[in-house]
């Protein structure tokens, strides 16, 4: 496959090797000073009792990740960050693309806020194509969207990650970057089409030098935002990272009890699975509120500023089924089912009724534990089947290791989507589901606050090991 060049605003993107002079030496600097966030338990319940800003997303719609519309010509105001994620005093540089002569920037702490979902921490403009940004005592950790808008042109959101490396939280909240980088159609090559939409043209290797497509925000808003806020609203102590920081090792994590992933972490490094796995061994519980994650590999290259060389975890070279961690792993795709509730004696089930139908909320992409090599698991839920089907059934499942760490894994990426009746593939949600679906996952966030899952949840399993 032949390299794919882009050329936008003096700066050269390469899709496939991936070198660009922003990415060559990045305006980065290490973080020296204090920023005096507040640091003490109930930080985050207090951060969200501040007054919200329910006007963040105004001019910026719900666009979805993988969006051909996005090649449509109009005049756009776009950006991206040379660091995923930052802290206290770090200076990371955003980088404009558009025609227009002033950018309108606005910094939003994303969260619950009553309801509002972000709060505006500053305002400001720029005629300037570099924007550089510094973490302060005004911008708490979080994940922050920030919104870049013009007269005359469409505006979009570009995402960024605030961590606090000395954070003890309830649980690290991971923002999937490398999955929404993967299926980010900007510029028309992606890590599974290219312009033509077909898969035997897209790139090899792709670059974070570059917007995402859809609304600019990756996956966030769908994926992510919905199970983010409900953990913002119960007042979590959160530590907020992506997966690149992740993959920098178990310090990343400082004093955390859980690790949750939210609708769709499809992609991991080697590091990442191994700072999961040392996790693990600690103590802390590890939960993933979708489903197919963990299932590709992939490494970083170029500073962490590309990612390529995808394979599956469960084939060789690699041979390790995502499976060995999360007790079952991804095997169907286009599904559309319900989810009928089988452990309802037990957490997090058990805010519902034995036999409850959660409708739709099984797809896109779903787990099972039937068709993998696994410790053994307990079964909370299964998909619906039909009269006579013969297909395996789906299911969320949960296991407990001798730590005392506790793995959940909802088996679906419909369920942080559903949340909000915000899924991509043309589910919806009635009410009566979005509060069945609400009421588990305050029931999973409630349950984290209690520290190591086996320590008073231990998994009584009902499907034995598979080797």
């Keep these: ?5 882009l050329q936008v ?3 050269l993107l390469l899709l496939t090797f991936c070198t660009s002079p922003a990415s060559a030496s990045p305006m980065r600097t290490m973080g020296t000073g204090t920023c005096n966030w507040d640091q003490d338990s109930g930080w985050v319940a207090r951060e969200n009792a501040k007054a919200g800003t329910s006007t963040w997303s105004k001019g910026v719609p719900l666009r979805l990740s993988a969006d051909f519309s996005r090649r449509a010509q109009a005049d756009r105001v776009e950006g991206w960050f040379d660091s995923t994620s930052t802290t206290c005093g770090q200076n990371v540089n955003l980088h404009i693309l558009g025609k227009q002569t002033l950018t309108y920037v606005d910094v939003f702490r994303m969260g619950y806020y009553q309801g509002s979902g972000a709060r505006l ?6 005629k300037n194509k570099t924007w550089n940004f510094r973490s302060s005592s005004q911008t708490p950790p979080g994940q922050y969207l920030i919104r870049i808008s013009a007269p005359k042109a469409r505006a979009s ?15 690290s909240f991971i923002s999937s970057i490398l999955t929404w980088q993967s299926y980010n159609q900007w510029s028309g090559y992606s890590l599974y089409k290219g312009p033509d939409a077909k898969r035997e043209t897209r790139a090899e290797t792709v670059s974070f030098d570059r917007p995402y497509d859809g609304d600019g925000s990756g996956q966030f808003r769908y994926m992510e935002f919905p199970a983010l806020k409900r953990a913002e609203k119960l007042g979590l102590d959160i530590n907020y990272l992506t997966d690149i920081d992740l ?3 178990i310090s990343s994590l400082g004093k955390t009890q ?4 939210g609708g769709h972490g499809e992609y991991w490094t080697k590091a990442m699975r191994e700072t999961v796995e040392a996790s693990l061994a600690k103590g802390i519980n590890l939960i993933s509120l979708g489903g197919n994650t963990g299932y590709n590999f992939t490494e970083l290259s170029n500073g962490a500023r590309a990612m390529g060389k995808i394979t599956t975890w469960r084939d060789t070279p690699n041979d390790k089924p995502e499976s060995l961690i999360w007790g079952s792993q991804y095997f169907a795709l286009n599904v559309h089912k319900d989810f009928v509730v089988t452990r309802a004696d037990a957490w997090p089930f058990n805010v519902l009724s034995q036999g409850e139908i959660i409708k739709g909320v099984v797809g896109n992409e779903v787990d099972s534990p039937l068709n993998a090599v696994g410790p053994a698991v307990e079964e909370l839920a299964r998909s619906s089947t039909n009269p006579n089907e013969k297909s395996i059934a789906s299911m969320a499942t949960y296991y407990t290791v001798a730590s005392g760490a506790g793995i959940l894994n909802m088996g679906t990426n419909g369920w942080v989507c559903a949340i909000e009746n ?6 919806t949600f009635s009410p009566a589901t979005k509060a069945q679906i609400q009421a588990v996952t305050d029931a999973i966030f409630a349950g984290l606050k209690k ?4 320590n008073w949840r231990k998994a009584n399993p009902d499907i034995p090991k598979r080797s």
């Design 451 to 454: 520290g190591p899952l086996g």
């Design 1 to 5: 496959m032949k390299a794919r060049a």
């Design 247 to 249: 993959d920098k090792g």
């Design 422 to 427: 915000i899924c991509p593939w043309g589910h």
């Design 258 to 261: 859980s690790i949750v992933f």
């Design 9 to 11: 605003t003096g700066a």
């Design 121 to 126: 921490i500053t305002s400001t403009k720029t």
């Design 157 to 171: 959101f570009v995402p960024l990650v605030i961590h606090n490396p000395n954070s003890q939280s309830d649980i």
